[in-house]
Nanobody
């Protein structure tokens, strides 16, 4: 059974930092790309960052230079280091993967990040 469990969300002041973690289980983690999405209240879910099995990385323009995605295949975990946080980063952050062979999508339950003074 595929499971993705996020943690690390919190209330933080503007300019602060957080590190999100996503612990994966139930599949061969190291061969699949992993993504972080976010959804702010009243807005569509958006792709924030992607890391492939070969650690090729992409970011949405709004987080480039501030966020860093990484993965630890030994721990079956993907991370999102978020620095210089802004109020507009406030959202529920979701971990995601997609099995390209079957087309199946898997999501975590989400973790709330609130950036406010």
């Amino acid at each position: 059974q595929v499971q993705l469990v996020e943690s690390g969300g919190d209330l933080v002041q503007p300019g602060g930092s957080l590190r999100l973690s996503c612990a994966a289980s139930g599949f061969l983690f190291r061969i699949y790309p992993m993504d972080w999405y976010r959804q702010a209240q009243g807005k569509q879910r958006e792709l924030v960052a992607t890391i492939t099995s070969s650690s090729s990385i992409k970011y949405v323009a709004s987080v480039k230079g501030r966020f860093t995605i990484s993965r630890d295949n030994a721990k079956n975990t993907v991370y999102l280091q978020m620095n210089s946080l802004k109020p507009e980063d406030t959202a529920v952050y979701y971990c995601h993967t997609k099995f390209t062979t079957s087309g199946a999508d898997y999501w975590g339950q989400g973790t709330q990040v609130t950036v406010s003074s």
